[in-house]
């Protein structure tokens, strides 16, 4: 149908002129902390993201933070740990979306199981997104400071969540974006980061997928169990919509216009902090061990979120247009 | 066709959710300039109107500028003024866009025509916006600032241009948007803005006319004359497209779409300044001689105006399908 085909085109242009409008091939670095108003005006306003050097020198945590001193500090502390058997939680396997199994352990065994001193079927990864930090290791909160203040004072508000992240580097986070502007700051190790703007949502296929959950057999292996709690009065399986293409090897038979995408990747070291636009899609990797924590700010839901819903509105038709023919 | 009620609906819940998310049903008012930062997050990057008050009370222009102070100061000096039969300086008579005649005179022989000193065909309105305020009446620069301080900090740029403008209250500016960030202070009379946010522009209809201009005869009338320079070699009768409904008076028989807009309506008073944000409609009167100078500030091509076009790209289509059907 000729409409559609001028939609089609007219979404895969958005991503296009994004380009060559305002997005760059790589992901700057600065070398300071920008103030608040050089924050809002070249990073938050126009949606890119930015490595900044330098904005947490001054963290006790980048000296503190190892496996000692979380041993006598929180050694003692019940986290949550979310386990899986291949390190993809959040992640889409067959025609279910599969989420970890969410285990309470003292953060010691953690760190025997990360260190190999104890052996343990799966991956372990810290990763709970309540504001961890917060909630379940207020020892370690003197560490580092509780909100980035010229983000706070750009974004006219406190962060809702500071989360810790902690885990194997075989823990890889699927690609997925947030209702978040997100500061994402490495204390230890290295993250990679591959990065899509909201411009490339067309691009990005989204399928439904029935919710599960990896759940530890009597013998240690893996079953994957569906999330029964979901499932309402309304519909007796309700699907949950998630990216069905890994950014790192796409299936570009299956997926053809993903090839016209344009994935940045990034590594942040330790004493980087990473800002990561609000409804940017991002899949992360990390180092063995590596520790990170990040702060959330809730996004505005002004013209921007507008115009991106429409997209994804105008996607979904064309889209379902596609699959009609 | 189906496909095309869809993105019909689409567009016009763009409308819609806008105001829901986070347009006002009236232009808000504030006592005091905001700081650099409050400007940029607050009514910047959410593209939204605001009248600040208190913005330039030290500017002499305040105090200064009446009839008598522009005749000695710049009483003797050439200026261009817009003149047309019935005040519509850029606006739609039949299948023409017509434009204003520039005329060349001197500032005081405008002053006596707008006091009915001097018996002249047509309506005078000094509008031209080639930065006249710098260019053309150089003498009145130090009567008020060549910038707004707080803005130039935000957009982190200097205007592109300072207008002047004073006119017959019979003087209409029709419907159109700028891309420009607008600071827009009104120094004596009062100047009411009709204002439609970007988000609006699905339920706009424009056309295409033929560029023609107001010219005198020697009998003193108007003719409509075709812009010939305006025809290239690629085509014989360049059209300009341009919004064909009249705020005001729409005719929502022609254009039902335009009923499902909300405009919203502002008077800016002496001593007062209009943020128009960049790509907002606006239809504009005025009090007669009223006095105003605007700041033009380039807006930036970011994210915004990304989705901006991609939504002009969309409306094209359903407006060009529709007339199929």
Redesign the interface.
Known sequence: ?A??N??SE??E??SL??RE??LSSKVPKIEIPPS??EF???W????VPVIIKNAFNHWPALEKWNSDYFREKIGHRKVTVAVTPNGFADAVVGNKFVMPEEREMKFSKFLDILEGKVKEQGIFYVQKQNSNLTEEFQELCTDAASEVSWAT????KHPDAVNFWMGDERAITSMHKDHYENLYCVISGKKVFTLLP??DLPLIPYKLYTPARFKTTERGNFDIVDEIEQITELSAEPKVPWIAVDPLNPDLKKYPKFAKANPVSCTVQAGEMLYLPSLWFHHVQQSHGCIAINFWYDM????????????E??TD?VTK?SEKD
């Open positions: 149908m409409a559609i001028v939609l007219a979404l242009n958005l002129e994004a409008l305002y608040p108003l809002l005006r070249d938050v306003n126009p949606n004072e750009a974004f006219g909201p411009s505005e839901y002004d013209i921007k979120y507008n115009y991106f819903k429409f997209v509105t105008v038709l247009q």
